[in-house]
């Protein structure tokens, strides 16, 4: 186990693509030897131990840079033998004083410098700054200057020029609502959207009478993009269909089944084709799906990282290569929130990340308990960052006591005991039991001043989805789509 890295690295490090000259080899292999035991180095190329409590987010199973994915408990989901790092992150930053340091957007692995070292970046740094200026100024006695000192070195190296990702939040740069849902969000309705699961094959009738049959009751619909870690219809031809059926989609992308190039094609496709919403996710790790499975260990850019790269290209008209786009897409931009993952103060961290990154709008995984909930929101008021983001808070009906004992077990959802025992106790009418708690949690939800609507998972009982919203007394007046046209 690495000395300062309170986990254990399974995975080797990393080698470069390509061929060094020996002192790049001769240094990387100094950095890996020391690195390594230390900290558990996989010799990323771009170290940010400074901004993540000297623990090598490396470690995450996931390879997730900024944050934990939304299943985070103590013990990371995807490999149960190990601790959550970032979990681990999250509480030595704490201790030692260097929560807001978690705020900076950091980037993805650059492949061309996978492998090789840092410590010749940064001796470069050092001597773009003057060694003697570096010297006099960690001797100083100002703390503040010496902070300055010290990330005038490692703020240019860990934050290459095609990245730039800072702490700061940055307010999107249109005006008029990119959507439908955006432009009933900005009116202050108490909205109503759904996951709608995208058809198994090509076959569509069953999956467009779905969408038809809830047109008239939800806002958007949300088309996930293989759920669970399982193939299906793609979650931006799902939202094309939708279109075409007068109903507005919120388009998923997962980190997981993507890369940096077809994220951005993906969405210009998407958003040429009409779609107006798009979710950023990490996604279910691939263990939850099919076998054999996917890569598990790596993804390209993470969710957060994802937004900052589609809020630039939208408002900076940026590709992250840097190239100009000559005309600005228009979409509006999500993220999932888990109120119940870890300690509420911690995702209340990462939460604030994304709005920085730029999610205007959050829907959250399935809540249960609306104590929790209150906590977390109470933590996102400490932050002040509850002007800047739109909630919808998930909810997922129970149609049978299977169903309450198997969400006991999802990681990052909590089920209270009382709940379980109504689930118990109404034996033969636990599906009726289950549609009463929803709308009661429904109801507390929508008593809650920072919350602006619920998104209903039903998981395959979408026909359920009418009774619930009109006896919530949810159904919307019907749309008139303008963003769509
Ligand atoms: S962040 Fe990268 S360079 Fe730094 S310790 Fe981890 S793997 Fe090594």
Not at 131 to 139: I, P
Request: with cysteine; net charge positive; aromatic share 8%.
């Amino acid at each position: 186990m690495p000395i300062f890295t309170p986990g254990r690295r399974w995975q080797p490090p990393y080698y470069p693509f390509k061929k060094v000259s020996l002192g790049k080899r001769l240094l990387a292999t100094v950095e890996r030897s020391i690195k390594g035991p230390l900290f558990g180095c996989r010799m990323c190329g771009n170290c940010l131990l400074q901004e993540t409590a000297f623990i090598c987010p490396m470690e995450c199973a996931k390879g997730a840079r900024n944050g934990p994915c939304g299943g985070s408990t103590e013990t990371c989901y995807v490999d149960r033998t190990r601790p959550c790092i970032w979990y681990a992150i999250y509480d030595r930053a704490e201790k030692m004083g260097r929560s807001e340091k978690l705020l900076e957007v950091l980037p993805p692995l650059d492949w061309d410098k996978v492998g090789t070292e840092t410590w010749g970046d940064v001796w470069n740094q050092v001597k773009h700054v003057g060694v003697k200026n570096v010297c006099t100024g960690l001797l100083s006695r100002d703390a503040a200057n010496r902070a300055r000192v010290w990330d005038s070195v490692f703020q240019p190296v860990r934050q290459p020029v095609w990245w730039s990702g800072d702490s700061q939040y940055h307010a999107p740069k249109y005006t008029e609502p990119a959507s439908e849902l955006e432009r009933r969000l900005r009116g202050g309705e108490f909205v109503v959207t759904a996951e709608v699961a995208p058809s198994l094959s090509p076959n569509t009738t069953k999956f467009l009478g779905n969408v038809e049959s809830l047109r008239d009751y939800v806002t958007a619909m949300n088309f996930t993009d293989n759920a669970s870690a399982m193939p299906r219809v793609a979650s931006w031809a799902s939202g094309v269909m939708a279109i075409q059926k007068h109903v507005e989609p919120v388009m998923q992308i997962t980190a997981r089944d993507h890369n940096r190039l077809n994220i951005q094609s993906d969405v210009l496709g998407a958003n040429a084709l009409g779609i107006r919403n798009v979710l950023c996710i990490s996604g279910d790790s691939s263990r939850e799906g099919a076998v054999p499975m996917a890569r598990l260990d790596i993804l390209d850019v993470d969710s957060i990282q994802i937004l900052w790269m589609l809020r630039r290209l939208r408002d900076e008209g940026k590709y992250l290569d840097g190239r100009e786009i000559k005309q600005l897409p228009k979409y509006f931009l999500g993220a999932a929130a888990s109120p119940m993952a870890s300690e509420p103060r911690f995702q209340a961290i990462r939460e604030h990340k994304k709005i920085n990154a730029g999610a205007q709008f959050m829907q959250t995984n399935v809540v249960y308990d609306t104590d929790i909930l209150e906590t977390w929101l109470n933590e996102l008021a400490k932050r002040n960052i509850l002007d800047k983001v739109y909630l919808l808070i998930g909810v997922m009906p129970l149609k049978s006591l299977k169903m309450a004992n198997r969400m006991t077990q999802v990681p990052g959802i909590v089920l209270p005991a009382s709940i379980l025992k109504r689930m118990e106790a109404a034996g033969d009418g636990a599906e009726e039991e289950g549609i009463k708690i929803a709308l009661e949690i429904i109801e507390r939800i929508r008593a809650k001043q920072a919350v602006s609507g619920v998104h209903l998972m039903t998981v395959g009982w979408e026909s359920i989805i009418p009774r619930i919203v009109t006896e919530a007394g949810l159904k919307r007046v019907p749309a008139e789509l303008k963003a769509l046209a």
